[in-house]
């Protein structure tokens, strides 16, 4: 009967002195023997660090390090044949039901026999002289008043552990109902002896065996487990055995869907003398709160926090990394930014200690990416943890691709693409063609009618038809424009994007060297073969020149655009993929009383930290929603978006345009002369210059034969439309003629009167040349302001396949305000013709009203001088003459002149003036 007691299990329990083998059925034998599968504990330590739980777990783990040792040569068993399995198999059957079982049936039999014997009698005569001599019920002890009796010894023979042992053996042979007497009977011995240790391990079996009885006579006694773990715990100071309580006592409940008793029985057994087993146990009454009929969620995720915060502090990196994963997945999107940048914090230090430097990476960047609440202080900790991460991450692959950064924030769709020089300022009277620019604002009603000029003048040249790849010019791209084909370029001009950057962060992000990134692909479009594609050819400025901005700061939750232009020195396809910049912070970057540094910090050079990590950021735009098509309706399709994607093409001329002493106010109807520039500033001659506009009325352009006008704006004249003459006093109401040839006036193109050929020496301009003209222009007839548009049609000499012509865009404003009404009638005098003895004279009649009524306006009006231009008559002389030599018309005044005019003699082929003065100049 020993050797069989000795095989059952028991459990080690420690003591200063010695080391006692207690059986209590519960725990397994630790020897050198035994298999052991796992190749590294799964609570082993990542790194040596502080003491353990107790000197038992040391003494354990060190077992199991020895059999880990010894189990690590040659396996066994690998000589065995499928004959000698079966004999082994039939060997273990046999040894089973022949010998194991009769001997225990036999021994529990013996046992039973010596315990009536030996302790039925003593046990009567103590019950009886109690009860005699006693004269009431002893009350029975609480936990807390027991003593610890952990060093009281029974000596083998002992009643109480021949009961314990016959309990032992019906709970091997699964008889749990006999069990369950033998434990409870035990218990009361112990109890009695206040042998808490052996109490509490019968306490335990008895409600083991309680609960694996059959068909459950009785419920469960959970008040056994827990005063057992009390014991444990209280007095045998014993946490291991508490612990190991604990965890069958919970999986117990747990098997009763008891999840929230067993819950708080793992909490309950939590402290602060060992986190790895706080640890465990929180981890484990997540569980239980998960599991639930209705899961409490958030119990869960927050006492996974707390179980992977005791796994930190245990030296266990891996799974208190595990528990804040399994955390996070409950937290995540749920709005708690704070708890979100906790757990993304943690998450990232534990990966990174572990060297899973691409967790840590994605962990710190959800901190930053996301709407962070947190105050400066903290958010610039965030930043430079992010980029101390980062920076290790790329140090590890140097030659690798560039990284993405999470910051700032690139809005896409707000990215614009300029193609073409700045415009030139104004210098002194001379003003620049306005053209178009990135400080303009899109107006789709404006670049619809720039359309449909160009689609005019285009269809006038082309002899009234549009041609098939006609592509409108496009200077300025962005979100409104039509970006579904590939935009054109011209080689040696600069393409400019604008960048829309925004720093959700409260402290000030400092970007350097920052520039775009591309893809080009050389393309000879006048060949049959093409080059090979250069990817990422950001150093390569043989073919593309980047232009890179040295230092660009964002202040705090700052929106800030930052233009970079690239310049195309080969023909091909261009691929802009997005921005390449070292991210880094500023010293001093954190708001202190309220006063923020970064205030001063918009000029002169920034000071940073000297951490930074070069990385990029991809321009992905999204097109416009497909809506035309019946599918497209139906479902979800985007069209292209190929803003980023110009064509180069060859050199083409390039025009600028530059007004001198253009006016800003006219009067209705006033005539005025002004000076318009033209430059080639290309390598290329530009021909086939023309305007076009929807007031052609409003301007015309000077001959270069024209005796009157002066070509030169220098000249003396140039303050008026006319020359100015003395005239004979003598001539005085008498008309003075002239007349001129019509090649002196501007020339339209036949029916299109709106398409106007400007009158070019040789029709070129050669590269570097420029020319000035006159340009006469006429107030509009309505008060108001107007916006007039010209476009500057022009080509190439030579032909090219892409880009066949080049406009020029300019938008005039004028403020017109009201002048002179003038309204003349004619007819016949019977006198006149008797004067002159044919019918070859006639009367004129001007009617004129000074209509201005604004008192900033002009307010009188002196008619000097009433001109005539025609090919058949022309007037002769004014027939009410008054003593004024001129009329005067104030405000709302009116005055009727009488002229008499007379017919041409042979001027059909040329004009003739007729200036009739009212004072003494004409």
């Not at 534990?350 to 958010?379: C, E, G, Y």
């Not at 943890?385 to 692959?397: A, C, F, G, I, R």
């Not at 390598?683 to 052609?696: D, E, G, I, M, R």
């Not at 004014?878 to 005067?888: A, H, L, R």
Request: hydrophobic letters at 35%; a neutral charge; proline letters at 5%.
């Amino acid at each position: 009967s020993q050797d069989c007691y000795d095989d059952c299990p028991y459990t080690v329990i420690s003591n200063k002195n010695t080391d006692h083998l207690i059986s209590d059925g519960l725990d397994s034998e630790i020897k050198d023997g035994l298999s052991n599968n796992f190749k590294t504990h799964p609570l082993q330590l990542d790194h040596p660090s502080g003491s353990l739980d107790s000197t038992d777990y040391m003494k354990a783990t060190a077992s199991l390090q020895d059999s880990k040792k010894s189990n690590s040569g040659t396996p066994h068993g690998a000589c065995l044949t499928l004959t000698d399995h079966d004999r082994i198999r039939q060997f273990i059957q046999e040894f089973t039901f022949r010998g194991l079982l009769p001997h225990i049936e036999k021994t529990i039999r013996q046992l039973n026999d010596q315990l009536i014997s030996r302790k039925g009698l003593s046990r009567s005569l103590f019950s009886a002289t109690k009860k005699w001599f006693s004269g009431s019920k002893v009350p029975e002890k609480s936990i807390n008043e027991l003593k610890n009796t952990s060093g009281l010894l029974y000596p083998p023979e002992a009643p109480e552990l021949q009961i314990r042992k016959m309990a032992d053996l019906c709970f091997l042979v699964q008889h749990y109902e006999l069990a369950y007497s033998c434990y409870h009977t035990a218990k009361k011995d112990f109890l009695n002896d206040q042998a808490m240790l052996y109490a509490a391990g019968a306490l335990e079996m008895a409600a083991v065996s309680a609960f694996l009885q059959p068909g459950a006579p009785r419920p469960y006694p959970a008040h056994y487990m827990e005063t057992a773990i009390q014991t444990y715990r209280d007095i045998c100071k014993n946490m291991v055995l508490a612990e190991r309580c604990v965890l069958l006592s919970a999986e117990i409940l747990k098997s009763q869907s008891k999840y929230s008793e067993a819950a708080a029985l793992l909490i309950r057994l939590t402290s602060e003398d060992s986190d790895l087993r706080s640890a465990l146990l929180l981890e484990q009454a997540a569980h239980c709160f998960i599991n639930m009929r209705s899961p409490m969620v958030r119990k869960f995720a927050f006492h996974m926090i707390l179980a992977g915060h005791r796994f930190s502090k245990a030296g266990q990196k891996k799974h208190a990394l595990r528990c804040y994963c399994q955390a996070m997945q409950v937290y995540k999107g749920k709005g708690w930014s704070l708890a979100e940048d906790h757990i993304n914090f943690t998450i990232g230090r534990q990966s990174f200690t572990l060297r899973q430097l691409d967790n840590a990476v994605s962990a710190f960047r959800h901190i930053l990416i996301n709407d962070s609440k947190q105050p400066p202080a903290q958010q610039g900790a965030f930043l430079r943890e992010y980029l101390y991460v980062y920076k290790n991450v790329t140090q590890l692959s140097p030659d690798g691709p560039l990284p993405q950064l999470p910051l700032p924030y690139i809005n896409s769709s707000a990215t614009r693409v300029f193609f073409g020089h700045d415009r030139r300022p104004a210098e002194g009277e001379k003003q620049a063609a306005t053209h178009v620019s990135l400080d303009q604002e899109y107006d789709s009603e404006s670049s619809q009618q720039w359309k449909e000029l160009e689609e005019q003048i285009v269809s006038v040249i082309n002899k009234g038809i549009i041609p098939s790849n006609f592509q409108p010019t496009q200077f300025c791209l962005n979100r409104y424009s039509d970006n579904s084909r590939f935009p054109l370029a011209v080689i040696e001009e600069p393409i400019t994007v604008e960048v829309s950057f925004r720093n959700p962060l409260k402290v000030p992000l400092l970007l350097t060297d920052l520039s775009l990134l591309w893809k080009f692909q050389p393309k000879d479009f006048n060949a049959k073969h093409d080059g090979e594609t250069k990817e990422l050819g950001t150093c390569d400025d043989d073919m593309i020149g980047t232009e890179a901005i040295a230092e660009f700061l964002i202040n705090s939750e700052e929106t800030k655009v930052a233009r970079l232009k690239l310049f195309p020195h080969q023909t091909g396809e261009l691929h802009i993929l997005g921005v390449v910049y070292n991210l880094g912070t500023v010293q001093g970057a954190v708001t202190l009383d309220g006063i923020d540094p970064s205030v001063g910090l918009q000029t002169g050079k920034f000071v940073s930290n000297g951490l930074s990590v070069r990385g990029r950021q991809d321009l992905e735009i999204q097109g416009p929603r497909l809506n035309n098509t019946k599918e497209e309706k139906t479902s979800i399709k985007y069209g292209p978006d190929r803003r980023l994607d110009p064509i180069i093409t060859e050199e083409m001329p390039l025009l600028e345009v530059f007004f001198i002493n253009f006016p800003t106010g006219l009067l209705c109807g006033e005539i005025r002369k002004a000076y318009v520039e033209f430059v080639n500033v290309s390598k290329c001659p530009l021909t086939a210059l023309k305007v076009v506009s929807k007031h052609p009325e409003f301007f015309t352009f000077g001959g270069n034969t024209a005796v009157l006008t002066p070509l030169s704006p220098s000249a003396s004249e140039n303050c008026s439309a006319y020359k100015t003459v003395v005239t004979d006093p003598t001539s005085v109401r008498t008309a003075l003629l002239s007349s001129a040839s019509s090649v002196d006036f501007g020339v339209g193109t036949g029916g299109q009167p709106e398409v106007i050929h400007v009158p070019l020496p040789d029709a070129v301009l050669l590269p570097g040349a420029s020319v000035q003209l006159p340009m006469w222009l006429r107030g509009p007839d309505e008060e108001g302001v107007h916006e007039i548009n010209f476009l500057f049609y022009y080509e190439s000499i030579k032909r090219h396949s892409k880009m066949c012509h080049r406009v020029l865009r300019h938008t005039a404003v004028i403020c017109t305000s009201r002048s002179l009404h003038i309204r003349a009638t004619v007819c016949r005098s019977n006198a006149l013709e008797d004067e002159e003895g044919r019918g070859d004279s006639m009367l004129v009649f001007v009617d004129v009203e000074n209509i201005n009524t604004s008192e900033t306006g002009v307010k009188e009006f002196h008619i000097v001088q009433v001109s005539s231009n025609s090919k058949h008559w022309k007037l002769q002389k004014s027939v009410n003459i008054s003593e004024d030599k001129d009329t005067k018309l104030a405000s709302r005044e009116r005055a009727k002149l009488c002229f008499k005019a007379v017919r041409c003699k042979n001027s059909e082929e040329n004009y003739t003036f007729a200036d009739i003065v009212f004072g003494n100049e004409q």
